[in-house]
């Protein structure tokens, strides 16, 4: 298997569960192997959930704007 197809491995079984459990994945809903193998092939658990395009990374929303800004 090439990198690209672990990564692409990781990414459906994540998209998988997210269609089987209707919410957002957890570690605890894969098996030690395959929570392990989703790991070693997107990284740690939030950014494998932002690589399957599942979770956004945190401050990378649109910024707010201060108070007396106008918008």
């Known amino acids: 298997m ?23 994945p957890k570690k605890e809903d894969f098996d030690d192997a395959s929570r392990s193998r989703i790991k070693a092939f997107l990284g740690p658990w939030p950014r494998a959930l932002e690589a399957a395009g599942l979770k956004s990374r945190p401050g990378r929303q649109t910024k707010k704007h201060k108070k007396g800004e106008e918008t």
């Open 2 to 24: 090439t990198s690209e197809e672990k990564r692409l491995w990781a990414v459906e079984r994540l998209r998988e569960k997210q269609r089987e459990l209707g919410r957002l």
